[in-house]
């Protein structure tokens, strides 16, 4: 499952982006793959080229990655994860200062956070670039979701026991209108720090919200090229039609 796949736009390129998905074998549940294919597509469109590295625990890291993306798993694919998220760590922390976008879905969400206690004690120390703590439960938190945020409306599915607090300053993904969210209690979901989104939705999340792809994409082409970003007009009509209907769905015509 790892190497490096390239995906050319139709016409000359504008630049290379290169996009790291972490751990696609053990943290990609409900299609979180499907996020880097989004992005990977999106890219293409937008007449950039699109180099894709699959990042499996123990090889070698690509640091000059333009954009990162990370998946949900079981608990015990967090803790097969964690020994490379170690060794990675403070690289990953460096990028996400320097304004890497990226995008960790449910549970390298919780890695991203401070720390992520299990439902039987284990403790998983996580690397702190967002300011949230996760603690397991008996409880699932399972169902669609439609989300309040800056890049408009964004639906998705969750299915979570790990229930999660963000700590003071730190600001959500998104205000819940429909589901759990971060831990059913305070109407937060997800956290955001800079260009770095944590968030439990799965859907997969992009290909439904794709202004929420454009704005990570915006970032990395930036960086990637050095030019601001020089999107094409892309018409997504299926994606607007999904994500319009879960929305009548769930929160009607508020
Ligand atoms: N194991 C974590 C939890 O249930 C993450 C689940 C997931 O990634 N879907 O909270």
Excluded: W
């Excluded at 694919?77 to 490379?84: L, P, S, Y």
């Excluded at 996400?96 to 995008?103: E, F, I």
């Excluded at 790990?162 to 937060?188: C, I, K, M, W, Y």
């Amino acid at each position: 499952m790892s190497g490096t796949e390239r995906y050319e736009p139709a016409g000359p390129s504008k630049g290379t982006i290169t996009l790291v998905h972490l751990y696609p074998r053990e943290m990609s549940i409900y299609g979180d793959r499907g996020n880097t294919h989004a992005l990977a597509g999106r890219i293409r469109r937008h007449g950039y080229t699109a180099e894709v590295v699959l990042h499996d625990p123990g090889a070698s890291f690509r640091r000059d990655a333009h954009l990162l993306m990370g998946g949900g798993g079981q608990d015990s694919g967090q803790a097969r994860v964690e020994a490379d998220l170690e060794a990675i760590g403070p690289e990953l922390v460096a990028m996400a200062a320097d304004g890497v976008p990226m995008l960790m879905i449910c549970g390298m969400y919780q890695l991203f956070g401070n720390s992520f206690h299990t439902v039987t004690g284990q403790v998983l120390p996580g690397l702190g670039i967002l300011d949230v703590t996760t603690h397991g439960n008996d409880k699932r938190m399972i169902g669609p979701v439609c989300l309040e945020t800056e890049f408009g409306r964004v639906v998705g599915y969750e299915n979570h026991s790990g229930s999660t607090v963000l700590g003071p300053g730190q600001q959500p993904f998104g205000r819940v209108l429909a589901g759990h969210g971060n831990n059913g209690e305070d109407g937060t979901e997800g956290a955001r720090s800079g260009h770095v989104i944590g968030s439990y939705l799965h859907g997969p999340l992009l290909p439904a919200n794709p202004m929420v792809s454009d704005a990570l994409i915006a970032v990395a082409a930036e960086r990637a090229t050095g030019r601001p970003f020089d999107p094409e007009p892309l018409e997504d009509p299926l994606a607007t039609e999904a994500r319009e209907r879960q929305v009548r769905r769930l929160v009607g015509t508020r």
